[in-house]
T-cell receptor, first 113, second 114 residues
Framework: EAQVTQNPRYLITVTGKKLTVTCSQN?????MSWYRQDPGLGLRQIYY???????DKGDVPEGYKVSRKEKRNFPLILESPSPNQTSLYFC????????????FGPGTRLTVL | AQSVTQLDSQVPVFEEAPVELRCNYS??????LFWYVQYPNQGLQLLLK??????LVESINGFEAEFNKSQTSFHLRKPSVHISDTAEYFC????????????FGTGTQLKVEL
């Protein structure tokens, strides 16, 4: 089954404790992105990757890091989480063109105390 | 840069009634337009998209949207809604020139009641 998976689905942590949210897709997609969803703000792109070892900032990259060492994986790293990073996070992937549908993971709900 | 406006944050409607969810966009370049749907506790999934050609596009579950370039709008409509249509709907755009950054609106929560 073609899918995007994220782990963990739920996470409660404390300020400053490094964490990683994993994202994996099995569709051999070139593009992968991370979004955060906040009430009243819709979804905003954090980082995206056009291929292995190629990443770039989205609209709200501050406080986040990403890496793309393999085509299928695109982890999101919060090295020192803060309460304003409490949000719902989605990973998405698509083929290689802007016309292509983006496929979203199920989301990771993160709470930073 | 692009921006998307969904003025209605919530739209309550009775089952079998028609509904229209409004979407307007602003962009200095040509864009492709999308509607994504998010069912409770799930990720987003594509509902329909406009790339080129006929300005009226349809989804498999009865929704349709019409691209109006002069009004920079892409409103979503359904003539008769069902309880199962209860979800949050997001309008999004992406430049035709490339890239994969979707710019989303703030979403419209459609609540269908009996």
């Amino acid at each position: 089954e073609a899918q995007v998976t994220q782990n963990p689905r739920y996470l409660i942590t404390v300020t400053g404790k490094k964490l990683t949210v994993t994202c994996s897709q099995n569709m051999n997609h070139e593009y992968m992105s991370w979004y955060r969803q906040d009430p009243g703000l819709g979804l905003r792109q954090i980082y995206y990757s056009m291929n292995v070892e190629v990443t770039d900032k989205g609209d709200v990259p501050e406080g986040y890091k990403v890496s793309r060492k393999e085509k299928r994986n695109f982890p999101l790293i919060l090295e020192s989480p803060s309460p304003n990073q409490t949000s719902l996070y989605f990973c998405a992937s698509s083929l290689d063109r802007s016309t292509d549908t983006q496929y979203f993971g199920p989301g990771t709900r993160l709470t930073v105390l | 840069a692009q921006s998307v406006t969904q003025l209605d944050s919530q739209v309550p409607v009775f089952e079998e009634a028609p509904v229209e969810l409004r979407c307007n966009y602003s962009s200095s370049v040509s864009v492709y337009l999308f509607w994504y749907v998010q069912y409770p506790n799930q990720g987003l999934q594509l509902l329909l998209k406009y790339l080129s050609g006929s300005t009226l596009v349809e989804s498999i579950n009865g929704f349709e949207a019409e691209f109006n370039k002069s009004q920079t709008s892409f409103h979503l409509r359904k003539p008769s809604v069902h309880i199962s249509d209860t979800a949050e709907y997001f309008c999004a755009v992406i430049p035709t020139g490339g890239g994969n950054k979707l710019t989303f609106g703030t979403g419209t929560q459609l609540k269908v009641e009996l």
